[in-house]
Every structure is written in C-alpha cells, then in structure tokens.
C-alpha cells in the first residue's frame, strides 16, 4: 500500500512556500447530502502522523481517531460543504469547487495548494498542484480526505436517524442496492440532489412522461392554426 508522504510539501516549503494546503473533497458521487470538502495545512517538522494515509483505507474507528490527532498537529485546517440546492443549481463540479473554497477561507493565507485529482480554476489561485491519487502520495491531502470524510459521515449519520431505511448510517449516501430499493419504496427525501440522473429518473419516470407528452400533444390538433 503506498503511503503518503511529506515530498511535494518539502520541495514547496523549500522553495520558500511555507503555506501549503492539502485540499480534498468527499460525497462528489453520493445521491444525498452535501460534498463536503476540507484543506489542511502542515508544520514542516509535523510528527505523529505515520498512521495517516487514503481515508478510503481506513477504518471508521481509524478515520476517528487520526481525525482528532490531525485537528491537533495541523498548522490550520478548514471544512466547507455545499448543498443539494446548490449542487443541483450549481452542478457537481462548480458545487464541490464552492466546497473547497469555503473550506480554504477558514485557514488563512496560503502560499500553495495540493489538490486531490485534477486543478480547481474556481479557486483563484494559479498556485496549485493537481495529483492524481493526491489522497495515497501527499500527507497534506491524505489528513484532507480524513478530516472531510470523517465530517460528512458524522452529518449521515444525524440525517440517517431523522430519515431511517436508506441506510446512510453505513453506505453514507451512496446509491447501494439498499438505497435504490428506499428510494423506490419511501420517496425522494429534502436531502436528496434532484439533478443526479437516478433521482431524476424516480421524480420523473418513463412512463409519465410519455404519458404527460402525449396528453400535450393531444391538447393541439394537428390542423390548429400555430398563430
């Protein structure tokens, strides 16, 4: 398994960027809730973090306990999310990158980003790194990924006692076979992203569509003047 490292920060903090954010975002694929994302700045002589790598990897009881010590060592840390309002008024991509941004206002000053994937033009600042697999390669964005994962689980969970049977509590959103099968069976809750193609598809089936097409061709004759 490969470990995440402190080598992009180094050659930054070297060149005199002493202010490197690692940036990751989580829930970009879920059916529900926000994308939450979180930015996390490091110590050049950060120590304690050995255990830190992909949250993906990770234990949940793992996730928790690196999540506290992360929030301790870090230089700074921010979280930001973005609703299923803004997500389906924005799309994914602008609401995760509005996600970021809310996150990176609450660490200050940054000299450098690492960004988990691909670069984020929303953000505004020309000075960043895109890493692929960002997450199993840059210690900044492993401790990112904690952090934001480790926040939106803690918010399925709350919302998975208010709406029971989707079992956001463990699948944390995602379209599981469980989820479909409430989905069809209780309904689109508030929380649900009405733009993601599955919701879209339940709210608005086939059927009823042609159907609503057909009784609004009928409502024409095909002889009406169009005037």
């Known amino acids: 398994m490969q470990m995440p490292t402190l080598e992009f920060e180094q050659t930054l903090w070297d060149s005199g960027k002493l202010r490197v954010a690692g940036v990751d975002e989580v829930g970009r694929g879920a059916f529900c809730a926000c994308v939450v994302a979180a930015a996390v700045i490091l110590g050049k002589n950060v120590t304690g973090l050995e255990e830190v790598r992909d949250s993906k ?59 988990d994937g691909h670069r984020v033009p929303e953000l505004g600042l020309e000075n960043q790194t895109a890493l692929v697999k960002g997450d ?34 463990h699948n944390a959103g995602y379209g599981t076979a469980e989820h479909q099968a409430a989905l069809t069976e209780k309904g689109v809750t508030p929380h649900h992203r009405r733009s993601f193609a599955p919701i879209k598809l339940i709210l608005n089936p086939p059927e009823v569509s042609q159907a609503i097409s057909g009784e609004s061709a009928g409502l024409i004759p095909e002889d009406a003047d169009p005037a």
Not at 82 to 103: F, G, K, W
Not at 153 to 169: F, K, N, S
């Open 57 to 115: 990897t990770l234990s949940a009881a793992q996730r928790e306990r690196l999540n506290h010590v992360i929030r301790q060592k870090a230089v700074a840390f921010g979280i930001g999310a973005a609703s299923p309002a803004e997500i389906d008024r924005l799309n994914i991509r602008r609401a995760t990158a509005l996600a970021m941004q809310r996150a990176l206002r609450q660490v200050g000053p940054v000299d450098h980003l690492l960004v």
């Open 136 to 169: 199993s390669r840059s210690l900044s964005i492993a401790c990112a990924s904690i952090v934001a994962k480790v926040c939106r689980d803690h918010l399925l969970h709350r919302l998975a006692l208010r709406y029971p049977g989707y079992g956001w509590e």
